[in-house]
C-alpha cells in the first residue's frame, strides 16, 4: 500500500444527497460527495460538491475546506456573510450554525474530525 494519496475522485461514483428539506430557504441544492478516506477513528477527507440554492446547516465536527470552483456565501449565526471562491480555504469548528447559500456550483475538497 502506498502512503501518498492524491485527493482524486476518477472513476469513483458519488454518493448523491440533498439537504434536510426543512432546511432549505431557496432553490433546490444537490449535493454529490467523494468520500476518499476514512480513517475509522473519527477522521475523513473528500470532495463534496453542491449545486445552487441556500440553506440552514449546523457542523458537529471540525472540518478544513479548500474550494476548489464555484462561488459561495456562508453565513454565521450573528456573524457577517463570507464568501468563498475558488482557492479559498477555511475552518469550520465543531458547532457552526448558519446558512451556505450556493451561487454557482460550488466544489471543495476538505479534511473532517468528529
Request: aromatic share 12%.
Amino acid at each position: 500500500m502506498t502512503r501518498f494519496f492524491t485527493m482524486q475522485t476518477g472513476d469513483m461514483p458519488p454518493e448523491e444527497s440533498a439537504p434536510n428539506p426543512d432546511a432549505v430557504i431557496s432553490g433546490t441544492p444537490r449535493f454529490k460527495l467523494w468520500a476518499l478516506e476514512d480513517l475509522g477513528d473519527g477522521v475523513s477527507a473528500g470532495i463534496w460538491e453542491a449545486t445552487p440554492g441556500t440553506w440552514r446547516f449546523t457542523s458537529d465536527h471540525w472540518e478544513y475546506c479548500r474550494i476548489l470552483a464555484g462561488r459561495s456565501v456562508i453565513t454565521e449565526d450573528g456573524g457577517k456573510p463570507r464568501e468563498v471562491t475558488a482557492g479559498d480555504s477555511f475552518i469550520l469548528r465543531a458547532g457552526f450554525t448558519g446558512t451556505w447559500a450556493v451561487i454557482e456550483t460550488t466544489r471543495k475538497d476538505y479534511v473532517a474530525r468528529d
